[in-house]
């Protein structure tokens, strides 16, 4: 596995995350060697979806107001249905994602997290995937969806579930560690 000791990482939230798709990512990172920040709109903890009720609750590092995303190597987004419909209706969640697709910055997105991306309006020509009920969301905004476990598109990486955690680790890592895709700017 790429080693990521010098890179910085955003995990961008809000409540109602699914509880695996943010801790799973995120300790892969960190025993990969990232410092990972929890960036939410909100100052407090974070709450988690955990199947069919609230799980646990996660610490905030920075809001959204004090985050910077040059900060930062990389975006990584969960999913959970509550978490990216909220996170799409703020704009300061939206222009902190789109700012990593300027600089052509690796993000990862799984499930339902890709909502939040469509919004920036820079999926356009993208290959991806996510889950299946967002689809139409993404071919609407210009994206290509196919299911598969994991898709890879100039430095996106996105998966459809939790049982696609594995290979979604994976992918995010590597594309990390090769760091700014020229090519992915939009």
């Known amino acids: 596995m790429a080693k990521l000791s010098n ?19 995120k300790k ?30 996660v610490p905030v590092d920075h809001t959204l107001e004090e985050a910077n995303a040059d900060d930062y190597d990389a ?8 978490n990216p419909d909220k996170l799409r209706l703020d704009k300061n969640a939206v222009a902190f994602a789109a700012r990593f697709f300027e600089q052509g910055k690796p993000i990862a997105a799984i499930c339902h997290g890709p909502q939040t991306l469509i919004e920036t309006g820079m999926l356009k020509g993208r290959e991806m995937t996510s889950y299946p009920s967002l689809k139409t969301d993404l071919e609407n905004a210009g994206a290509t969806w196919t299911d598969r476990e994991v898709v890879v598109d100039r430095g996106l990486v996105t998966s459809r579930k939790p049982d ?21 700017g939009v």
């Open 164 to 184: 696609d955690l594995p290979a979604f680790n994976r992918k995010m890592i590597e594309e990390i560690a090769e760091g700014i895709h020229s090519s992915a």
């Open 28 to 57: 892969a990172l960190e025993e990969a060697g990232a410092k990972v920040d929890i960036i939410a709109p909100e100052k407090e903890d974070i709450r988690a979806w955990k199947q069919k009720d609230w799980g646990i609750a």
């Open 75 to 82: 975006l990584m987004l969960p999913g959970g249905v509550m």
């Open 7 to 25: 890179k910085k990482v955003a995990i961008l939230s809000t409540h109602g995350f699914e509880e695996v798709e943010l801790t799973e990512p």
